[in-house]
């Protein structure tokens, strides 16, 4: 079943290369802000271009770094506001 899902989803995913970067940054960028991350389901997102990388579809390295940036740059957006909000 999990096969079938990645054959169907696979194909589309290869256009889409580069984007792929940005949404692991922007899912843990969104999912570390205040509410946001009751939403959107960013490690659920991350996770699954996590098993994408490990196919080849994703460098590891660089897709660790746009998670890790992402996810450090929402904690200090979340962090500023309870500071100054």
Known sequence: MINNFFNFILPSIEHIHFAGYWVAFFAALLETIVGIGLILPGST???FLGALSSRGYFDTGDLIWFAVFGAVL????????????
């Open 45 to 47: 997102i991350i996770l």
């Open 74 to 85: 929402g904690d200090n957006i979340n962090y500023g506001e309870k500071i100054w909000g």
